[in-house]
């Protein structure tokens, strides 16, 4: 197969499609759903008749409120931007009839904290400009949505090591992670064009194979291969990284519509697979 142009080097192959760079809408996760689940769809707990509103208005500032410090959202988050929480429990207990206890309010969503903080996450990421101290916030209170927000979070936490540390995990867990890594920022978010979809980087070819120990990897490739394969990879000189299984295949081993990076062998690779070959010819072993 001929060398393809700088633009298009490394590709699907077959027209198989790739992974896409362009970062995606926040996702609410189905935790948050939990919490917003609690919200009466038909009425406030303010308007049904025979409610005292004042006493469910009082009842919902201070839990609100108290919420702020039991869940040590100081200085993040403001009782404003507990509120829609607090009523969505308060309306779930007056449709069933029962009595709103503040105490016992601030109880059952402590219990739901994880789902609360999830949904503060969410809710930054949509409507306020996140600072340092928001992306720290999200990342150890609110992993799952890091995960899957880590390009936004990285532009904000790439002086933060702890944090990023913990951030390339969480990518790893609940993002979108490739085989390969970029030696840029060191999270696995390669696509097949080398494009980073963290960092935006677009590290060069030998710095990629650097950071993902290309050659002992290749190395431990070529010895589940027939000499005809070998053969195949010298005459070609690249190899495919197969998306699918994380494998580094010649070519002709990359599966119709299967999306792989291609990567160029340098003439000290070429020159190790050629011993390889003349070891197996002289019945040696590697």
């Not at 005292?52 to 919902?60: A, N, P, Q, S, W």
């Not at 409507?127 to 979070?153: I, W």
């Not at 000189?237 to 340098?266: E, F, W």
Request: charge should be positive; include cysteine.
């Amino acid at each position: 197969m001929p060398r393809r142009g700088k633009s298009s080097r490394r590709e699907s192959v077959k027209g198989g499609g790739a992974p896409s760079s362009a970062s995606k809408p926040v996702v609410e996760p189905r935790a948050v759903e939990s919490v917003k689940a609690h919200r009466a769809p038909a009425r406030s707990a303010s308007s049904k008749r025979g409610v005292d509103v004042g006493e469910v208005e009082r009842v919902i500032s201070e839990v609100s409120e108290e919420l702020v410090v039991r869940l040590g959202l100081e200085g993040l988050f403001t009782a404003s931007d507990l509120r829609d929480i607090v009523e969505s429990f308060v309306n779930q207990l007056v449709e069933a009839g029962r009595r709103v206890d503040g105490s016992s309010l601030v109880k059952r969503i402590e219990f739901y904290k994880d789902e609360v903080y999830k949904y503060l996450a969410v809710k930054a990421l949509k409507t306020r400009e996140l600072n340092e101290e928001l992306a720290e916030f999200t990342v150890y209170r609110a992993p799952e949505v890091a995960g899957r927000v880590a390009p936004e979070l990285y532009k904000i936490l790439k002086n933060n090591k702890l944090a990023l540390d913990t951030l390339r995990n969480l990518w790893e867990r609940y993002g979108r992670p490739t085989p390969l890594k970029c030696p840029i920022c060191g999270f696995r978010a390669l696509t097949p064009d080398l494009t980073c979809m963290v960092c935006g980087g677009t590290p060069r070819e030998e710095e990629v194979k650097e950071a993902n120990n290309f050659l002992e990897e290749l190395k431990y490739a070529v010895k589940g291969w027939h000499a005809r394969l070998v053969e195949e990879v010298v005459r070609a000189g690249y190899v495919y990284y197969d998306y699918t299984d994380g494998t580094i295949k010649p070519p002709s081993m990359m599966r119709q519509g299967g999306v792989g990076a291609q990567i160029t062998l340098n003439l000290h690779e070429k020159a190790l697979l050629r011993e390889y070959l003349l070891k197996l010819a002289g019945g040696g072993t590697s």
